[in-house]
């Protein structure tokens, strides 16, 4: 059974960093899907960031481009966020997800569909 574990969050100054880890655990295969997502109060769930296990291609929202970099340890089967320059608007509950994606390599989205395991969420606050 797949399961996501996610750690690091907590209260930061705007313009500060932090880095969020979600332990993955269960994984059979090597050509899968692992994300990131949001939400705020009163808010939808976002998806931020994606990245494609096999070769690391990485996809961002605008939002966060250039500000957040994900990547992924395949020894330590963890899956980062690296969070700099952070506003106030980043504030939210963070989860990390994943997912076969589409077709072989696959191709990897954020969208939230595309996602058959999450983790229980992360809270990132920003002031």
Known sequence: DVQLVESGGGSVQAGGSLRL???AS???????CMSWFRQAP???????????TVDGMATYVDSVRGRFT????????TLYLQMDSLEVED????YCAAGAGRGYTP?????????????????????
């Open 21 to 23: 880890s979600c332990a």
């Open 107 to 127: 191709r990897c989205t954020i969208e939230s569909s595309e996602y058959t395991h999450w983790g229980q969420g992360t809270q990132v606050t920003v002031s």
């Open 70 to 77: 994900i990547a992924k340890d395949i020894a330590r089967n």
């Open 91 to 94: 504030t939210a509950m963070y």
């Open 42 to 52: 009163g808010q939808e769930r976002e998806g931020i960031a994606s990245i494609r």
């Open 26 to 32: 269960g994984y059979t295969s090597s050509r899968y």
